[in-house]
C-alpha cells in the first residue's frame, strides 16, 4: 500500500516581501496556500524573524487544520548564510542586517514550538528557484541548465541531471555567473538592476526604476529599449565565450522581476548565443513569483526519508 501524499511548508525570503506555501510531494502547490507578506528588511531583528515565523506559521497551519503528512519545512533564502546551521551571515548587503549571527533556525523551531527531528533546510535562493524549474517549471526535460533571476543583483545556477552542481566544467564559483571579471569590474555591473536605472538615466536624463523603464519600453521610448538589448547583447555575448558552450548548456531560463520584460531582452540574447550549438531554448522561467517555493520543497524532499 502507497504512503499518503506528503507536504512541505515553505518560505522564500525576499528583499521585500516573504512568500510562504505548502508544497506537495509532486511539485504542486496545495491550493489556497500562497501567500506573500511584506517585510521591512532594514527592520529590526524582532520585526524580520516574527514575519518568518508569522509566514511559516500559516503553512504550518494549514498542514494541521487539513491533517496532512508534514515531510518538513525549508528556507530559501539569499547569502551569505551558513545554510547547514541556520545562521545568517548576511551584512552589507542594505537587507536583513539586524538577523547577522542569528541561529534563525534556532529561532524558528523554538517560536513554532516544532518537535524534535522535524526536518527545518535552509538553501541559497537562486538554487531554489532554479531547482524549482527544473523539477516543475519550464526547464522540465532538459538535463543541463543554467537558470538566472534577474534583479537587484543577478543570481544563477547550474543544474545537471535535476541536481544543482556548483562547480565542474563551465561552472563558476558557486554557481555565480554574474560575479565573474568582465571589462572594470564583474558581469553584475553591466546586466543589474543598478546598472539598467544608471543607464538609462544616461541616455534619458530621468531616473526611473526598472519597471518603470520597463514600461516605458513598451510605449515605444527607444532609449528604454535600448537599455533592455544591452542587457541582453552583454549577457548573451559573455555567456557565449565562457560558460554554456563549456557546461554544454542545452536550456537557459530567466527569473526575477526584470525577466517579466524577458521579450525586451530576448532578441538580442538570443542572437548573441545563435551559434551556440548545444543550446536548444532560451526561455522564461514558468512560475516567476512561485519556483523558489517550490525548489525549496523539493531540496527538503530529497532530503527526508518520504
Known amino acids: 500500500m502507497s504512503k499518503p501524499s506528503g507536504f512541505i511548508a515553505c518560505l522564500d525570503v525576499g528583499g521585500t516581501s516573504v512568500k510562504s506555501a505548502v508544497v506537495k510531494d509532486d511539485g504542486s502547490l496545495l491550493d489556497h496556500s500562497f501567500f506573500v507578506s511584506p517585510v521591512d528588511s532594514g527592520g529590526s531583528r524582532t520585526h524580520i524573524l516574527g514575519a518568518f515565523t508569522a509566514a511559516l506559521g500559516r503553512g504550518l497551519a494549514i498542514i494541521e487544520n487539513k ?3 508534514l515531510l518538513g519545512i525549508g528556507v530559501s533564502i539569499c547569502g551569505p548564510f551558513d545554510y547547514e546551521r ?4 548576511i551584512t552589507g548587503l542594505d537587507k536583513y542586517e539586524a538577523i547577522y549571527d ?3 533556525k534556532q529561532v524558528l523551531q523554538q517560536e513554532l514550538r516544532l518537535p524534535a527531528g522535524l526536518p527545518l533546510l535552509f538553501d541559497v535562493d537562486s538554487w531554489s528557484f532554479a531547482r524549482g524549474e527544473v523539477w516543475a517549471g519550464a526547464a522540465r526535460g532538459y538535463r543541463r541548465v543554467i537558470v538566472f533571476t534577474l534583479g537587484t543583483g543577478v543570481g544563477s545556477a547550474f543544474a545537471l541531471g535535476g541536481r544543482i552542481v556548483s562547480e565542474g ?3 563558476p564559483w558557486y554557481g ?4 565573474q571579471k568582465y571589462r572594470d569590474g564583474i558581469l553584475n555591473d553591466y546586466i543589474s538592476r543598478t546598472f539598467m536605472v544608471r543607464r538609462y538615466e544616461e541616455l534619458s536624463g530621468a531616473r526611473l526604476d526598472v519597471k518603470e523603464i520597463a514600461a516605458r519600453a513598451d510605449g515605444g521610448d527607444s ?3 535600448r537599455v533592455f538589448e544591452e542587457v541582453g547583447w552583454e549577457l548573451g555575448g559573455f555567456l557565449r565565450d565562457h560558460n554554456v558552450e ?3 548548456a542545452e536550456c537557459l531560463v530567466f527569473g526575477g522581476q526584470i525577466s517579466k520584460s524577458f521579450h525586451l531582452f530576448a532578441g538580442p540574447l538570443r542572437e548573441a548565443l545563435k551559434d551556440v550549438s548545444c543550446l536548444q531554448a532560451i526561455i522564461p522561467a514558468e512560475d516567476i513569483d512561485g519556483s523558489a517555493i517550490k525548489g525549496i520543497g523539493k531540496y527538503v524532499l530529497d ?4
Open 223 to 225: 532609449q528604454a529599449k
Open 303 to 306: 532530503n527526508v526519508e518520504a
Open 67 to 69: 491533517r496532512l503528512r
Open 176 to 179: 555565480w555567473v554574474s560575479g
Open 169 to 171: 566544467p563551465g561552472v
Open 246 to 248: 563549456e557546461f554544454q
Open 86 to 89: 541556520g545562521i545568517s551571515r
Open 102 to 104: 542569528v541561529n534563525v
